[in-house]
DNA sequence: TTGAAAGCGCTACCAA
DNA sequence: TTGGTAGCGCTTTCAA
């Protein structure tokens, strides 16, 4: 076994609850017994077990967070976003990612709820009923979905996609396409009423063209069906599917923004990478992670759960290479 | 507070003693008893508090993982790997990203040393001494990397490198640049000494074009290099530095694999969605976190740290659009 | 087969 | 300012 606050207690000649004091309320005990107790604690490489403190705490100094798959470089961005912030108040933090799938989700929560202090979820397809049994269990912050009043961290959905409408509004489309992702997803729902709010507004024809996985994979299926709509635009749920589309375009030896522009959304590096590079909707990600760990230590401190605590951010158009105006339609 | 084992046997009419038994032993309690335990445990929905069961065990059921970066997709397959394999066993992982710093990497190992009972980390350059100086601390698997005896899952960088070179001089290259990754990272260093080896050995000129950082951005800034040293094709570090290359290749108007061919090393997803799709020699990314695991939990089970143990996993040349048979030199 | 009780390592209360 | 001690929730002897 490890060195132990007795062994410490032993070498500094003083008793367990003093070394106790003199490492967590240093001020309480007198300088030179401070200094014994610091000289053993370095003698013997003393450090707390933290498994012990927890116990008699109730707190386990972890936080948990759950995405739904890293392998989409959106959700790393968040999660260093997190890592960051919770290193800076001493927090370490599980991370689970759930593929994609909404069952996995929840069992992810229950099995970690026990270990963390609070958890930062997100879950964008989880039923609001898997997610109301969860609240109450643990401080608990949605990530980029609402419900209810449970705390969360959004982005500007609404201003993002205006933002998006009006570029190509302003370039000259009148017919543009959307590529949705999940049904069940909230971000989705929100991007897919947004649209119509604001293609409506800007008198742009909208083309749902379907439900796609949000990958790569998804945006190479929706690309055909995207060019038999006969627009001159399209937008995706997300950066992964705009770039399949733009990487089947390219292999059909569609010109991009020539014959279709694309936006994505996410902003994730990727869609600066390629060529012509991608013009996108893009969330601060590791913003939204910092502010989630803020949101839920601010919701662990002071447990009054009648206030709603939200947090939207900004979403920002990135203007790049792959919109244009729109070429003579065939 | 939760409900404690207290309350199922207060509910049960037996002792927590035999609450205990009955969850974890149940064959060494009776039948009768056994469910009567049974069901006050469903009632009050009583799970047991894994901190008081870790102090008692002197085990956390938590594993840990640090990797150099999150933003490069090579890890987040790694971390997925590790996670489903964790997950097998009941264990928890704890991501810590070191944001490719060395002296950032030593102090999460050294803040998760106490809350894991197993490390696995993926630390390309932290310096001999520091890892010599954790070893023994608790049980470690190296990833991607070897020193002495520390037991390590890696792949098979040289059948790999190999395999690259023969491809190329197949294909009729004469003259080849290596644009390198960190010379700090063990993989490079290996990588390095494969190539010059069997450069070598199959009569072709290698160009040591530098060390650029092992990100897109790396590859963007040697590419010029590269055009400038005169060769007919370059392998990169990591598909990264590839990509980067690519897609300044494309900027600058060099037809891949016309002018120029390039070889990556990861196998990372995105290195099949660009146009060309990169030849790539590739890691089997989820696997390598499945096997650490694996070996990680059979030190933590035998400790007989006497038998050096070792994984190595092989590499696969993928053979893609960029790469094809040298042009005129101009 | 079951229960009483000690104790994992630590903190915090109460006395001194 | 310091020490003794109870107790966090659990497991595991040791007895009954």
């Known amino acids: 076994m490890a060195v132990t606050i007795k062994d410490v207690a032993k070498l500094a000649g003083v008793s367990p609850a003093t070394v106790s004091r003199a490492l967590s309320m240093p001020d309480l005990v007198r300088p030179p017994t401070r200094e014994k107790v610091q000289r053993a604690v370095a003698e013997l490489g003393y450090q707390p077990n933290p498994t012990a403190q927890g116990l008699v705490l109730g ?27 919770a290193r800076d108040f001493e927090y370490s933090v599980f991370l689970a990612d759930a593929n994609e799938d909404p069952v996995e989700e929840a069992a992810l929560v229950r099995a970690l709820t026990k270990q ?3 958890i930062l979820l997100c879950a964008p397809r989880m039923s609001e009923d898997d997610l109301r049994a969860l609240v109450g269990a643990t401080p608990l912050v949605l990530i980029n979905r ?16 205006r933002q998006a409408v009006s570029h190509l509004a302003a370039l000259g489309h009148r017919r543009v396409a959307y590529v949705a992702g999940p049904r069940a997803s909230w971000s989705n729902r929100e991007r897919v009423r947004a649209l119509r709010g604001a293609a409506a507004a800007q008198e742009v024809d909208l083309v749902e063209v379907g439900t796609v996985a949000p990958q790569f994979a998804g945006g190479v299926a929706a690309a055909d069906l995207v060019l038999a709509a006969g627009v001159t635009a399209v937008m995706a749920y997300n950066d992964l599917i705009a770039l399949g589309m733009l990487s089947r375009f390219t292999d059909r030896g569609i010109d991009v923004p020539g014959q279709i522009s694309i936006i994505g959304f996410d902003g994730i590096a990727m869609a600066e990478m390629v060529s012509p590079p991608l013009t996108t909707v893009a969330q ?19 447990e009054d759960p009648a206030v709603a605590r939200r947090r939207e951010l900004p979403a920002q158009l990135m203007v790049r290479g792959s919109t244009g105006v729109p070429g003579p339609v065939d």
């Open 59 to 85: 707190r386990t100094g972890n936080l948990g967070l759950i995405v739904p798959d890293l392998t989409n470089p959106f959700f790393p961005a968040v999660v260093k976003g997190v890592q960051t912030r």
């Open 146 to 161: 609402r419900s209810g009043r449970i705390p969360a961290v959004t982005i500007d959905n609404l201003a993002g996609v």
């Open 284 to 302: 601060p990600q590791d913003q939204i992670g910092r502010v989630g760990v803020d949101l839920l230590l601010e919701i662990m401190r002071s």
């Open 116 to 118: 963390v202090d609070g």
